[in-house]
């Protein structure tokens, strides 16, 4: 009897397994064999460092349209945003009177100086036919060659002060050695384009009165500002912690607000030697050449600009997450034959995200990826 109570018992137990096994189907996937650890694969790829940073677009190419004389703004020609050519006409400045007077007195002067020379000129070809005859001294000669020289002299001077009267302006200059010394006109001059471009600005304003570019220290009255826009720049401020990593020549990717969706590509082809310190903070600025500029680029639009410092190529990596420190060495669990190790490595270069591995691993290893388990509460 005591046999058949153990049968049934033995039956029992095993009726019960069955029944927990199917009315919990959860337990059905459970495996007694521990999963294996998730890994990553070491890739050889290429790699880009890159300093990241905003600026503004500007023209590569800017100038200041000045007036060589002082006077009144009579007439402009162009207005801001028209395109202009290389001597169309700008602006036309009248004279004003007190440089008129001085331009007429210095052409009299001129005239005197004419004079003068003439008459010398003269009296040493008469003294050389007379010295030849007999009938004066060589004193007499050398004292006539050198009024003669004395008077060239004196001319000389009165038409440098006349050039530096008229801004330097040679053109003008000769106009007004051939022309008359009578007309006591306020003269009008015409302010040309010095080059193609496009109007910037306009700071004047018809009827104006401005001063010339050589009359004042401070380089006179600026009428306009001229740019070559088909040829655009970016102008960056680099904070200090960055400027080491950025050189002359290296590649930028540009990105603009207002353009989503289309990207430029550039190039640093200037580093400022001094840097600005605002709020405490010290920046130097860098010049981005824009290759294949378009005309959607304007002026003073926001750049975001990603300087390309640092290019490795055919290297190993592997994701920073994977990489442990342990005892002051860069290591790393290694999964070989489903055995986990830990290998040593040496890493020759970490960006935001990747590690650049030279030793202690080679292409396809699979680098199991640490786990941080929640530690029991006490």
């Given amino acids: 009897m ?6 049934t018992f033995f039956v029992l137990i095993i009726a019960s397994g069955i029944g927990l096994y199917a009315y919990y189907p959860d337990l059905q996937s459970v495996s007694t064999d521990q999963q294996p650890p998730a890994t990553v694969e070491v890739v050889r790829t290429s790699l880009q460092t890159r300093v990241t940073e905003t600026g503004t677009i500007q023209p590569s190419r800017t100038i200041e349209i000045k007036s060589q004389f002082s006077g009144e703004v009579a007439q402009l020609f162009v207005s801001s945003g028209k395109p202009v050519k290389k001597g169309e006409l700008l602006a036309i400045i009248r004279q004003e009177s007190s440089q008129a007077r001085q331009v ?10 004419r004079l003068n020379v003439n008459t ?12 030849k005859k007999g009938f004066i001294a060589q004193q007499a000669l050398e004292s006539s060659e050198h009024e003669y020289q004395r008077t060239l002299v004196h001319l000389e001077l009165a038409e440098r002060q006349l050039l530096l009267a008229l801004g330097g302006n040679k053109e003008l200059f000769q106009r007004y050695q051939e022309g008359s010394t009578q007309s006591t006109r306020p003269e009008e001059f015409q302010v040309r384009s010095p080059t193609d471009g496009t109007v910037l600005e306009i700071l004047v304003n018809a009827g104006e009165i401005i001063t010339s570019g050589t009359a004042t220290f401070g380089g006179g009255t600026v009428l306009m500002k001229l740019a070559d826009l088909s040829r655009m720049i ?16 290296q590649d930028v990717d540009i990105r603009l607000d207002a353009l989503p969706g ?3 590509k550039g190039q640093v082809t200037a580093i400022a030697a001094q840097g600005v310190k605002e709020e405490n903070i010290v920046t130097y600025d860098v010049t981005i050449a824009i290759h294949h500029s378009t005309s959607a680029l304007r ?4 750049a975001n600009v990603d300087i390309v410092t640092k290019r490795l190529d055919d290297v190993l990596t592997i994701p920073l997450e994977v990489l442990l420190v342990n005892n002051g060495d860069d290591v790393v669990d290694v999964l ?6 830990r290998q040593k490595v040496r890493v020759a270069f970490r960006t935001d995200t990747q590690a650049v591995i030279t030793k202690g691993l080679k292409e396809h290893d699979q680098v199991v990826i640490p786990t ?3 530690t029991p509460e006490d």
Avoid at 2 to 7: A, D, E, M, P, S
Avoid at 236 to 244: C, D, F, G, M, S
Avoid at 299 to 302: F, R, V, Y
Wanted: net charge positive.
């Fill in 2 to 7: 005591t046999r058949n109570v153990l049968f």
């Fill in 104 to 113: 007429a007195q210095l052409r009299a002067a001129i005239q005197e100086e």
């Fill in 120 to 131: 010398a000129q003269r009296e040493w070809i008469r003294s050389q036919s007379l010295l």
């Fill in 234 to 249: 970016v102008k960056a401020k680099i904070n200090e912690v960055n400027i080491p990593r950025v050189e002359v020549n």
């Fill in 262 to 264: 289309q990207a430029f």
């Fill in 299 to 302: 002026p003073m639009l926001t």
């Fill in 336 to 341: 070989e034959d489903g055995v986990q190790k």
């Fill in 372 to 374: 941080f388990k929640p």
